[in-house]
Each structure stands twice: as C-alpha cells, then as structure tokens.
C-alpha cells in the first residue's frame, strides 16, 4: 500500500464533516416533542467533537497552542458529555456528575502548560490526551452495558463504537513508543492512516448507535403507553383486549375452564365529589395496589374503564373464583385508605363470570361478569354476585 495516496488531513476533514452531519440529524431528532433522556448530551457532545476535530485540522493554519488547547479540549468534553447522556438515560444522573465537565478545562491548562515550556512535549500531550479518554471511554462503555436489557440493540452498538474509540486510544498511547518515527498528528504515516480511519467507522457508528437509543426509548414509550393505565400501572382496557386472543387460544388447545371477576368500586362518584379526584386517585390506586397483592403471577389484572377493574383467573372454576372475589372485598373493606392524616374506607362489588365449552372468548364472559356485576350492585353492593 502506497501511503502517499491517503493524505491525513483530508481524512481528518471527513471525520469533521460526518460529526456535522450527525450533529444536523441530532438536532433534528432533539426537535420532536418527546425526546430521549440523554439526547441533549449527546447532541452537544458532537457539537463539541466537531468543533474539536475542527480545531485539530486547522493545525497547518493557526497557532499550535490554539488547536492543541481548544481541539483536545473539545474532544475531552465531549466524551464526557457522552457519559453524561448515558448517566441520564440511565436514570442515575447526580447533580454533582456535571462537575466532571470541568475536567476538559483543567486538561487543556495542562496542555498549554506543557506547550510554554519550550521543550518538546508531542509524546507526554499524546499520553495526557489518550489517557483521559481511556478513562472516559471505559467509564461509558461499562454504563452502556450496565441493567442493558436484550432488547436494547442500541446500547450494545454504542458500546462497540465506545470500544473502537477505546481501541484507537491504546494505539495512539502505545504507537508512540512500538512504532517508528513519533510524527505529528497530521502526518502521512501508517499510525494517522490507521487512526483517522478507524475514528470516522467509531464517529458513524456512535451516531447511528445514538439514534437507535432514541428510536428505541420512543417505541417502548408508546408500548408502555398503549398497553398500561398511566394512573394505576397496571394493563388498560385495550391490553386486555389483545390479551383475549392468547386467552381464548389457551382455552381452546387445554380445554380448560377460566374465570373473571369484574371490580367495581362503590359510590365512587360521591368519593369524587366530596374529597376531590385527586383523592378519587389516590383510592383507584390503593385499589390496584391491593388487588396486585392479591392475585397470583399468572393472573391478568387491568383497569377497564373508570372505577372498574377486571381480573382473568386462569384454571380456576365458578366456586374457587367466587371464594377469591369474597376474600378481596373483605379485605379491601377493611382496609383504610390514609388521606392527608384522615382514614378513609371503600367497599366493592364483584361480579364473577366462568367460561365453559359453549363461552370461550373474553367478550362473551365479560358480558356475564357484568350481569353479575349489576346484580351486586342492585342487591344492595359490598358482595359477590357469580353469573
């Protein structure tokens, strides 16, 4: 290979227009309405690599002392600002995390120090600059893997592009010593060539990693909004609804019979009136909460609508559905709800509805836990009532 064909400084060129270029699809991405926690780090840490990188290639054109300071400087910020990202996807964020920023100034002193000395210092700059970002990088990478769910194919690419860094970091620290003739940064030789080539494959794939984050927290988002009651945290009507396939599918290859009971608070609208509705809140949620409590891991529990709660009881007859409907409502019964320091207490009534060979499907003994339902409610509520 002849090296004279590649020429470092147009390479390291590229690599400032692809952070450009990924720095405009950030931008973009930070203009939606719901933005990805950690979006706003990571769009000004290729903010501040390309204007690092920038400063880097201006090294022929300015003052060596400018770009050493203030392009090292940028690029030391920027993985700290990658950091700072994942910290906030992560949830685990601290108010005094964003003082490591103030690390990127204290290296760049280091440098221009390092620079008024009058002495040659490329190697001991060198081993400065790459020994911070090795830091930085592993610190990244291991938060990039940490509680990483299967799912999460972003974070594992972010982390591989973090590793390519991390790579390019040890060649730079290493290649110093093992290779010949310690040139400067924007001299054609083996060691740039190999550096800013692997560089530009990092910057691509950390940018393409970032908007997979992005695209992957929205999804979940929506799922998680589609499929659970923001109030209560427990399945909505319409998860209940997509459930019912599965449900009647179970039923029809294990000829097994299920139950339902269909929940429903009494005189929940004189709750309302006169406490208020976040009071009526409060209660929908101890609701939930006690009802969580109660039902085994296999059993679906969903908010249906309003002060209405249903629970699917796999495996379980009219007789056994019935007896865990009657130990709910005591139990909800005697339960005090606590209020602003006042004791406050609800009662239910249950309708209770089993499955046989001629009903299979969930709407049809929906129908008939709300008949039942209605009963309760008619003779007086506070009970159970079987349909």
């Given at each position: 290979m002849h090296l004279d064909l590649f020429d470092v400084q147009t390479i390291l060129f590229m690599?400032?227009?692809?952070?450009?270029?990924?720095?405009?699809?950030?931008?973009?991405?930070?203009?939606?309405?719901?933005?990805?926690?950690?979006?706003?780090?990571?769009?000004?840490?290729?903010?501040s690599l390309t204007a690092g990188l920038f400063f880097l290639w201006l090294r022929l054109h300015v003052s060596l002392w400018i770009s050493v300071v203030f392009g090292n400087g940028l690029i030391i910020l920027s993985y700290i600002q990658l950091w700072l990202g994942l910290r906030q996807y992560?949830?685990?964020?601290?108010?005094?995390?964003?003082?490591?920023?103030?690390?990127a100034p204290?290296?760049?002193?280091?440098?221009?120090?390092?620079?008024?000395?009058?002495?040659?210092?490329?190697?001991?700059?060198?081993?400065?600059?790459?020994?911070?970002?090795?830091?930085?990088?592993?610190?990244?990478?291991?938060?990039?893997?940490?509680?990483?769910?299967?799912t999460e194919s972003g974070r594992l690419l972010f982390a591989c592009s973090l590793l390519l860094a991390l790579g390019n970091a040890f060649f730079r620290t290493f290649a110093l010593h093992l290779l010949p003739g310690n040139s400067g940064l924007l001299d054609t030789n083996l060691q740039n060539v190999i550096l800013m080539t692997t560089s530009e494959v990092s910057l691509l794939a950390s940018g393409f990693s970032i908007m997979i984050i992005?695209?992957?927290?929205?999804?979940?988002?929506?799922?998680?909004?589609?499929?659970?009651?923001?109030?209560?945290?427990?399945?909505?009507?319409?998860?209940?609804?997509?459930?019912?396939?599965?449900?009647?599918l179970t039923t029809n290859l294990t000829q097994r019979v299920w139950s339902l009971a269909m929940i429903d608070i009494d005189h929940f609208k004189a709750v309302n009136d006169q406490y208020g509705h976040p009071v009526g809140d409060i209660v929908l949620k101890q609701i939930a909460t006690t009802l969580k409590e109660n039902i085994r891991h296999r059993d679906i529990l969903a908010r249906y609508g309003g002060e209405e709660f249903v629970v699917v009881l796999p495996d379980c007859d009219t007789a056994s559905a019935k007896t865990w409907a009657e130990r709910t409502r005591k139990i909800i019964e005697n339960k005090a709800i606590t209020i602003h320091g006042q004791y406050l207490h609800v009662t239910v009534s249950i309708g209770v509805a089993t499955s046989n060979y001629s009903i299979l499907g969930l709407d049809d003994v929906i129908k008939l836990a709300d008949q039942a339902l209605y009963a309760a409610k008619k003779a007086g509520r506070n009970q159970v009532q079987t349909g």
């Open positions: 690599n400032v227009l692809i952070c450009a270029c990924l720095s405009v699809a950030l931008f973009f991405n930070i203009r939606d309405r719901y933005v990805c926690p950690g979006i706003w780090y990571w769009f000004g840490a290729f903010i992560t949830k685990s964020l601290r108010p005094h995390d964003k003082l490591l920023m103030l690390l204290c290296v760049s002193l280091v440098l221009f120090a390092l620079l008024s000395t009058g002495k040659d210092s490329f190697i001991i700059r060198s081993q400065v600059v790459a020994y911070t970002l090795l830091c930085l990088i592993v610190m990244s990478i291991t938060l990039a893997l940490k509680n990483r769910k299967p992005s695209s992957q927290w929205l999804q979940q988002r929506l799922y998680v909004h589609a499929t659970y009651d923001s109030l209560t945290g427990i399945y909505n009507r319409y998860a209940l609804i997509e459930l019912s396939e599965t449900i009647a």
